[in-house]
Each structure stands twice: as C-alpha cells, then as structure tokens.
C-alpha cells in the first residue's frame, strides 16, 4: 500500500474506522492466549517474530509488532532511530501493513532526515527463531545474539544506512513487560523489552549523495502486542555509556504504556542492574505541532528501589530536547527527540551515608499523541 501523503494517510484511517464500526466486528469474545514462555532474561529467540503465538487471537486486527533501533556518534554530532514494524500480519479487513521508519538527527544543526515508508506484507519476511527480517529492500541479520547487522535503504533510495550493532559486554538484555494484561479492553496483551540496552554501532550512513562513517554508540528494543493501538499512547527514554569494563558501563531506559499497568526505569551501574518500577515520567514545556497536536520539549521522572547490594537507590532525571523528527504515517503520531539528561543518583547504604552521583548523557525521547 502507498501512502504518499497525509491525505491519502487520512483515507487509510477512514478506512479502518469504516471496518470497525461494522457491528459484526464486536461479537467475538477473547480468545485464550498461548504466547511462549520467555526465559526470566530475553533470549535470541524472543527477539524473534512473535506473530505465530497469537494467530489464534479475537482480535488480529490489533496486532503490532516493532523493532526499533537506536545510534548515535558524537564525533559527526548523527543521531538516529529505526523502526521496523508490522500490524495485522494476518492482513484482516485488507489492512495488514509494514513499515520501515527512519529519523536522523544532526546534533550541530537541528537538522532533521525522515523516512516513512510502508510496505506491502508480501515484501514482509521474519524469522521465528532470532531477528532476521526482511521489511522490503530493508533488512536486519542477527549474526549472533550479541551481533546484529541492520541494513537500511528507504523506497525512494535517498538515504541508506548500513550499521553494526554489538552488546556492550556484560550489559544483558531485559523485559520491560512480559504479556502484561490491557487494564481498558480485556483482550489487550503487552510484551516489551530492551534485548541490547547498549551497543557499540559501527557502518555508513548515505543521505542524497553524501557517504557518511558512523561509529558510536547504540540501542535495540523490540515489541510485541494486540492492543488498540490509535488509542493508547505511551513514552520511552534512553541513554547509554559503554565501557570495556562492564563496571563501568552505563545505560538507561525507560517506557511507560497507557493500556498497560507498567511504567519502569532500568539503570546499569556499577555492574549491577537496578529495576525501578512505578515510575512517573513528567512531561512539560509543550509545543504545537500543526496547530491541532502538541508534544513536551522536557520532562522529569524520580524512582526509588533496593539494589541487589541492599543499598537504597534514587534517581532524579530530567531531560530537554535538542530536536524533534515527528513520524505520521501511522495510528499513532511519534514524536522522536534527541535530548539532553541531566540528574543525580544518590545511594543511601545501611548506616545511612549518601553518596550523590552526577549523570549528564545525550540520548532519545518518545513521546506519542494520538490523532484525535
């Protein structure tokens, strides 16, 4: 399917919310979920296509599954995201599409390079057993599970990019959600997780006729869920330091649904994996986007938790935004930013003794908005 404007993106809309208000749409009842028994720490495999767990699902129309990920080289200033992504797989209603999203970002300038493209399910092709795709001229190879090769070229053949992805050693993959339950619709279901939190990135990036060298740092996530997609928002934050000594590794994420009860921090530090769950994201200093929809510039989350050494842990983070590369062609409008985190860790041990740690890292904010 082509979608080459917002006009004819609105028409798409029409069409599903044509198909949904048909009243045999609401008679199915939930079916019995069988998704697979992940392991407590992601494996390859759940990095996998997860779309054959819940074939049998009442509601497949709802069914979205991404791959996103994440890099940034701070000798050419080039941050980016990559979002592959698949809904409705079992094609229902002749809606059924893939996408292949890009967002660049120079930090120096501002400058922003999107691509949207979607993509006919037939150019759609994913593995059952670890990440290899296929999102038309796009793909992604999980050489192993600590190394990915991620291959990008958009329709119009106007920007390609070419990256290695490699775990930072010692920094493990974690599950944000694991088939979390919808807590508005009872046929909803959530799995999420960051299967490398950090990454060290190295390729080309080509825009127009300009070949760019890439090696910094990365980030790759993955989910999977049926839910109501265009009526759920949510937000995600990271960032990243690697180190050959995994000590001395850094890396953050946060993500928060609507639909789902969860909303959680993780923190590597020190060699440890802190969990901070319950976590309010406090988005502010609002600004329009096409005068109907608006997205936050800033925001700010505080948690506490108990590291695995018994010492009390808290976080204060705040970020602002340096740019934003909103992405439209979808239910749901995407705000992508690079931003700039400032905060303290403060941990607090038995006899009570604080010691404040300063954190100030560049990385990436999402924030969605839905259309209506």
Known sequence: MSVASPKRFAGYLERTKEWLEH??????????????????????????????????HSHPLWYVEWWYFAFEDAQTGLSGIVALGVMNPQNVGGLGVASMFVAVVDRNTGKTTTKMDIIDLKEFVASYTKADLSFGRSTNVALNEDHYHLNVV???????????????????????????????????????????????????????????????????????AVWLFPASTWQWAMFNRPDPDPKRSIAFDFATQESFDFSQAFLRWNGMDLKFEHVECRPGQWKSWHVLWRYPTAASLSA?????????????????????????????????????????????????????????????????AKWY
């Open 304 to 368: 506490t938790t108990t590291g695995p050494d018994d010492k009390t842990y808290r976080l204060d983070l705040s970020w602002q935004t340096t740019a934003a590369a909103p992405l439209w062609k979808c239910p749901m409008i995407i705000f992508e930013q690079t931003a700039n985190f400032t905060g303290t860790l403060s941990v607090e041990d038995a006899s009570g003794t604080v010691q404040r740690h300063a954190l100030s890292f560049e990385g990436f904010y999402e924030y969605t």
């Open 23 to 56: 009243p045999d749409r609401h008679t199915a009842k939930p079916a019995p979920l069988h998704p697979a028994e992940p392991a407590d720490e992601p494996t390859l495999a759940d990095d996998a296509f997860h779309w054959p767990h819940y074939a049998g």
């Open 154 to 224: 958009s329709n119009d053949g106007e920007l390609a990019l070419d990256l290695h992805f490699r775990r930072t050693p010692g920094v493990a993959p974690h599950w944000m959600a694991k088939d979390i339950a919808g807590t508005k619709r009872d046929w909803e279901v959530s799995s999420w997780m960051a299967f490398m939190p950090s990454a060290s990135t190295e390729g080309t990036l080509r825009i127009g006729q300009q070949n760019i060298q890439l090696k910094g740092t990365g980030y790759h996530d993955h989910n999977w």
